[in-house]
């Protein structure tokens, strides 16, 4: 057994035990009671949709197909608490104009049909759930990022990314400030955007493909979640 063989089946274990206890922490009720989140709004943007893929693993694991289930999973955590959620795509598309033909022209207008959704629905918070890829195939690890221009943002960031790297050994150990992604330079909500992991890492690439770790990173972002919200009270 190769090494990366033995760490993948090792993280697989590991994710299996961590929604176990997540689930009997959701049963037994506990959050129910310490954590409502009735009343609260949360939009969740799965990144990239119809055209956009987004980033691709050598073994053609698109970004767009992870992004979407992580956010669903994550929206079942806040419906069971009792928020209302809005994902910004509920299938493989974009949000551009359907007549919008050139990918570049339909790319601004998918983003800026996000940041609009945002000031319509006026949320407590927007997660944005985006994969990341690099050329340097050993970098690896989920991590938030926030714009500096509203301190809610790297509030929000820093509950989410204590979680991930309480229960995801693999995740960064700050989460990064970012002045130049537009959902995060003109989101009106606290906003935190969250790379869950490298498409370029086959290691992480082979984690993100399994259902039971997209369901633990969702509850990592959930838990944080709940954490920023109790920080307000």
């Known amino acids: ?18 929604m176990l206890m997540s689930m009997c922490l959701f049963s037994s009720g506990s959050y ?11 939009i969740l943007d799965p990144g990239h949709g119809g055209p956009d893929g987004g980033a691709v693993s050598k073994q053609g694991l698109i970004e767009k197909n992870i992004t979407l289930p992580i956010a669903k999973y994550l929206r079942s955590f ?11 795509r509920e299938k493989d598309q974009d949000l551009a104009n359907r007549g919008t033909k050139r990918l570049n022209r339909r790319k601004k207008e998918d983003l800026a049909n996000r940041i609009q959704l945002i000031k319509q629905v006026k949320p407590q918070i927007v997660i944005s759930i985006h994969l990341n890829a690099f050329p340097r195939r050993s970098a690896k690890g989920a991590q938030a990022f926030y714009h500096p221009a509203n301190p809610e943002n790297k509030k929000l960031s820093i ?16 989460p990064s400030e970012k002045k130049n992604v537009y959902l995060l330079k003109y989101s009106t909500a ?7 992991g490298y498409l370029s890492n086959r290691f992480e690439s082979n984690l993100l493909s399994q259902p039971i770790y997209q369901k633990q990173l969702a509850a990592c972002i959930y838990y944080g979640s709940l954490a920023y919200f109790k920080s307000k009270k």
């Open 1 to 18: 057994m190769n090494n990366n063989s033995f760490l993948y089946k090792k993280w697989l274990i590991f994710s299996i035990i961590f």
């Open 32 to 42: 129910a009671e310490t954590a409502k989140l009735t009343g609260k709004v949360i």
């Open 78 to 88: 806040y419906q069971e608490a009792g928020a209302t959620v809005i994902l910004t």
């Open 159 to 174: 509950a989410i990314q204590k979680e991930l790297l309480r229960h995801i050994k693999n995740a960064r150990s700050n």
């Open 190 to 196: 606290p906003t935190t955007l969250i790379e869950v």
